[in-house]
């Protein structure tokens, strides 16, 4: 089959190729205007002590403090992923698409920084489950120190809560839309082609 055969096709079928087409991307329009408002915030959380070291403990016990930051870092990441810390942080759920839809995502990013994201419908929300979050991590460490009685103990600070628009652009969803669009619209015609041309033999 020759390119020009191929044109012919697509001539022939062209309310259905472009037909497929405007339905895709009058559905990523609709969705653009039916989506709600979300924001998605970043937090950096940073492992510290509340005491400084001993000079002769940071000098030759300063590879198994750093080996006791990373556990305490992964400890903390785990921490963030629990349903009752979600639960505790973002209020009352009452179902549990709720924790699906409303979770943090976290990282270890150094032995001592940990990386947090998550999704609300508003920026006051935003800054108030941030700070939430860090006041139930401490009270989390403490508790795991009320044994420990350490006076050097782990205390998690943050920086600023970095917020920005998560609600997917209109050129984005046209974009993605007419892709998808133009995709099934060619096996549509494609596959009309082959079933009339099977029923003409």
Known sequence: MELRDFFTIFIVHKKIFWGIIAIFIICGTIIYFVQGQTYKTSLTLNITRDAAP???EYAYDSFYR???????ADTVVRWTQ???IVKDVFGN???SSFLNK???NSKRLSSQVVEVT???STEKQ???IAKKLIIKLNQESQK???QQKQNNWFIILSSEPVISNNKASLLFLLSLSGFIGFFIAFWTVMIIHYVKGSEVK
Do not use: C, G, M, Y
Not at 66 to 72: C, G, I, K, S, Y
């Open 54 to 56: 001993e000079r002769d």
């Open 66 to 72: 750093l080996q006791a930051d990373e556990r305490f």
């Open 82 to 84: 629990s349903p009752h």
């Open 93 to 95: 759920v009452k179902s």
């Open 102 to 104: 409303n979770k943090f």
């Open 118 to 120: 998550f999704i609300t």
């Open 126 to 128: 935003a800054n108030s």
């Open 144 to 146: 795991l120190n009320e």
